[in-house]
């Protein structure tokens, strides 16, 4: 058994006994891992603070390869986010990102590109009140590009037309665009405005925290989302059916109807 100390996010908390906490942490140096917090109901307990879900922390923990769970030694926050922890809407858009990591990282395997790009985002997140959505689907595109999925989105794949299309085809398993001109047979293809082509080329190039800064209408942002996730559910099985986003389109509907009903 080693003692380790790492940089960490936590993805969740919850209760473990009467006097416990099971942690899913994401960690800078050993990637995805599970801990257990022994006598954390304890309002005593030193490392009460940093237990919470979306806390940063700096983790010193008991390791031994092979082991589902690990304990926790010792933790200190480094940041609590208390905006996200405080504000319905942003709580509810990070809890996406935590998910999506969550989902599709195996235990144990590092990836500090990744690690970087959701601490990005949760900063990013926290320091700004418009342009959020955008934060979340940068942070999607840039996550998906890492894994070695990232989409084509400059030209047609069939003739290389760049410019010159009425709209496009954006041919999901593919990932890849066919103009107007040359149409599609491939069932699993999405139709795709040329706003939209732009917007997603502009969200994969832009860093995380210049992602807020351009604010796209509610309708070109319903079409990005849905080309979005189509995408991503393709490629990467573990992204079907996220609880968060299912909870985010709830709170936005219960929204939007008590705004018709005054």
């Not at 092979?66 to 990070?94: C, D, N, T």
């Not at 085809?169 to 732009?198: M, N, P, W, Y």
Request: proline share 3%.
């Amino acid at each position: 058994m080693s003692i380790l100390k790492s940089e960490a996010i936590v993805l969740y908390s919850q209760r473990q006994g009467e006097t416990s906490k099971r942690l899913q942490l994401y960690s800078k140096e050993y990637g995805k891992l599970g801990v257990i917090v022994k006598g954390s109901q304890s309002i005593k307990a030193r490392h009460w603070g940093s237990l919470e879900t979306l806390s940063y922390i700096e983790a010193v923990f008991y390791y031994k390869s092979g082991r589902p769970l690990h304990y926790i030694k010792q933790a200190s926050i480094i940041h609590a986010f208390p905006s996200l922890h405080s504000e319905l809407g942003k709580w509810a858009l990070a809890a996406i990102p935590l998910e999506i990591v969550n989902r599709t990282q195996e235990p144990e395997d590092s990836n500090s590109y990744l690690f970087d790009l959701l601490l990005k985002t949760l900063c990013t997140l926290e320091k700004n009140e418009k342009g959020l959505k955008n934060i979340i689907r940068a942070f999607e595109l840039h996550m998906v590009s890492d894994a070695g999925f990232k989409p084509s989105l400059t030209r047609c794949d069939h003739c290389s037309n760049e410019t010159e299309a009425l709209y496009w085809h954006f041919l999901i398993k593919r990932g890849v665009l066919r103009c107007s001109q040359c149409g599609t047979l491939e069932r699993e293809s999405l139709k795709i405005s040329t706003d939209a082509r732009k917007a997603l080329n502009w969200l994969m190039a832009v860093s995380i925290p210049d992602s807020p800064t351009v604010l796209l209408p509610g309708k070109l942002g319903k079409e990005i989302d849905h080309i979005l996730y189509a995408f991503l559910e393709a490629h990467l099985e573990s992204m079907n059916n996220l609880k968060s986003v299912r909870a985010l389109e709830a709170m936005q509907k219960n929204l939007q109807q008590n705004q018709n009903s005054r």
